[in-house]
């Protein structure tokens, strides 16, 4: 069977898109799948920093597309997590030394050796994103629970929508279940509302987060990490399980608040 | 306890709620292109035009958009001033 190609687009910047692409790789592949993660952000490549792989560089996407090198030269093999690897974008040109019609015909070929292409967007809604959507089965856009990060979430839903690559999945990155609580942050629930899509799921604000990308470690191969589960549990609602949402420890609804209130506690 | 009612009653002041309100309306509009003086437009066009036609009551006409999912939708509340109005 085809592999399924997925891509990770947000519209805005810094929501978390890399890192997503990069654990959801990493969590597929130690689920024995076979992944690759393309970089489309041409330019601006961050992808081969968060998984570790940026010294291994030799060929880049433009040189595949460019005819420079073969597909598989330009495949990075991760070699802690078997089935995993990266073909980085180039740093040195623009979004314009790839078409939309060079990333469906390379992603026909890697989808007949491949479980799972995962392709990490550039932010906005340019060239670089229309290249990143356009062989796309399925689109996950990232949000974070802010307003500039909903509003442009709920642009990029509507051009997926348009582009007929719809109906797209939502990810929210970064909640933090205190400013929840105190009513200092949307609730999960609210974005859900105004976005009208499906969610596939939360990811709770975790400081190893920022650790695994100092180390160029994927954090979903750290147990202990609140984040790395989330991640994990996307990595397997993506192959047909049924894992219910993460309990982020608070509820923001009235009547646990009130529950709270009267059981005298914070917990 | 002096929070307790701040908690019970103070969502509606809290900035979460701030951003769900604002999202909504900036939602709507950027999903339908249509500012707040457009609608005041249509609303005065619309009147004109049905006015033609049949009594109505104008200053109690009501144009919004509601949504429902992803979809947005005009809604025009008009009443009829009948002939036989009673009260």
């Keep these: ?39 489309a952000d041409i330019g601006l490549r961050n992808l081969d920093v968060v998984l570790g792989l940026e010294n291994r560089i030799v060929y880049d996407l433009v040189d595949v597309v460019e005819g420079r090198c073969r597909l598989r030269q330009a495949m990075i093999r991760d070699k802690r997590i078997e089935g995993l ?26 989808r007949q050796e491949q479980d799972w292409v995962l392709i990490d967007s550039p932010a906005g809604i340019e ?19 802010e307003v500039s990060a909903v509003r442009d979430a709920d642009r990029i839903i509507g051009i997926v929508e348009a582009e007929e690559k719809g109906p797209a999945q939502l990810i929210i990155n970064r909640i933090d279940p205190e400013k929840v609580q105190r ?37 979903v191969l750290d147990g202990r990490s609140k984040a790395g589960k989330a991640l994990r549990n996307i990595a397997g609602r993506l192959l047909g399980e049924e894992i219910p949402l993460m309990d982020l420890g608070r ?13 005298g506690g914070g917990r | 306890m002096g929070g307790f009612m701040d908690r019970l009653t ?24 249509l500012s707040q003086s457009v609608l005041e437009t249509m609303k005065d066009e619309i009147i004109e ?34 002939p036989k109005r009673r009260g």
């Design chain 1, 1 to 39: 069977m085809a592999g399924k190609v997925v891509t990770i687009t947000s519209g805005k910047g810094g929501v978390g898109k890399t890192t997503i692409t990069a654990n959801l790789g990493a969590a597929l592949a130690s689920r024995g799948q076979r992944v690759v993660c393309i970089d």
């Design chain 1, 85 to 110: 690897a990266l073909i980085p974008a180039a740093q040195t040109r623009d979004k314009t030394a790839v078409s939309p019609s060079d990333m469906v015909r390379l992603c026909e070929e890697l």
């Design chain 1, 127 to 145: 060239r670089g994103f229309r290249n990143a959507i356009a062989p796309a089965d399925m689109v996950l856009v990232v949000t974070n629970p």
């Design chain 1, 183 to 219: 009513g200092d942050m949307i609730t999960t629930e609210d974005i859900v509302e105004l976005l009208a899509i499906h969610l596939i799921g939360i990811i709770p604000e975790d400081d190893n987060v920022i650790v695994s990308t100092n180390r160029g470690t994927p954090i």
């Design chain 1, 251 to 263: 509820q923001d609804g009235f009547f646990s608040q009130l529950g709270r209130l009267f059981s």
């Design chain 2, 10 to 33: 103070g969502k509606s002041r809290k900035s979460a709620y701030q951003a769900k309100e604002r999202l909504q309306l900036v939602l709507i509009h950027d999903r339908t292109n």
């Design chain 2, 49 to 82: 035009v049905i006015s033609r036609h049949i009594d109505i009551a104008p200053d109690e006409v009501r144009i919004e958009i509601n949504k429902d999912g992803r979809q947005q939708r005009l809604i025009a509340d008009i009443p009829i001033r009948g």
